[in-house]
């Protein structure tokens, strides 16, 4: 069975600087990951995928994650982070058919100024 | 502007009471699913349809039920069986296999 584990429940972190999220997951088969955002009472949001192709992707908003196989993560990362960013991150996987998600937990960002 | 649309956005359910949670999407996607979250839970699959006139249970369907009569609507009711309801449900969907999921704003359902 496919699972997702996000090792930090919150991040705390000061504006302009980089943070880490980390998102390991478990899967015996070829994996789809994606990485979502969800800000106070609302829906989630697509920030990133990864379907194949280059390990490293790219969201328009300074969001970056790298694909690792050999290690099954799929860290989200940004350089320098706004007070915008402050909201609830969360990991998802799936190994494709119709698209059944298996979501890890979840990560808060706190951006502080 | 395409999107998927849930009302209402708060509702209140009395005990013994069933209520029904309304999604509607019009980005013509195939496969729709409902999940409930819960405070450092994530989100938990309820159920899916991948298709009109047919759905299956996802990992808590236990006091839950469904329907797709269209594509663009799967309504989710929360029964009676439903001991614990109060949560934040939210409705997404997905064009096909591989794709990602779009979801709504969600519903807060509460207990009176």
């Known amino acids: 069975a496919q699972s997702v584990t996000q090792l930090d429940s919150q991040v705390p972190v000061f504006e302009e600087a980089p943070v880490e999220l980390r998102c390991n997951y478990s899967?015996?088969?070829?994996?789809?990951l994606f990485w979502y955002v969800q800000y106070p009472n609302q829906g989630l949001q697509l920030l990133l995928k990864y379907l194949s192709g280059s390990t490293l992707v790219e969201s328009i908003n300074g969001f970056e994650a790298e694909f690792n196989k050999s290690q099954t993560s799929f860290h989200l990362r940004k350089p320098s982070v706004h007070i915008s960013d402050t909201a609830e991150y969360f990991c998802?996987?799936?190994?494709?058919?119709?698209?059944?998600?298996?979501f890890g937990a979840g990560t808060r960002l706190a951006v502080h100024p | 502007d395409g999107g998927i649309t849930q009302s209402p956005k708060y509702l209140f359910r009395k005990e013994g009471q069933n209520v029904t949670l309304s999604c509607e999407q019009n980005?013509?996607?195939?496969?729709m699913y409902w999940y409930r979250q819960d405070p450092g839970q994530g989100l938990r699959l309820i159920y899916y349809?991948?298709?009109?006139?047919?759905?299956q249970k996802g990992d808590i369907a236990e006091g839950y039920s469904v329907s797709r009569e269209k594509k663009e609507s799967f309504p989710l009711t929360v029964t009676s069986a439903q001991k614990n309801p109060t949560a934040f449900y939210l409705c997404?969907?997905?064009?096909?296999?591989?794709?990602?999921?779009?979801f709504g704003d969600g519903t807060r359902l509460s207990i009176l």
């Open positions: 349809s991948q298709i009109v006139n047919d759905f």
């Open positions: 899967s015996s088969v070829s994996v789809y």
């Open positions: 998802a996987v799936t190994s494709g058919g119709y698209n059944k998600l298996i």
């Open positions: 980005l013509n996607h195939d496969a």
């Open positions: 997404a969907s997905s064009p096909g296999p591989g794709e990602p999921q779009h």
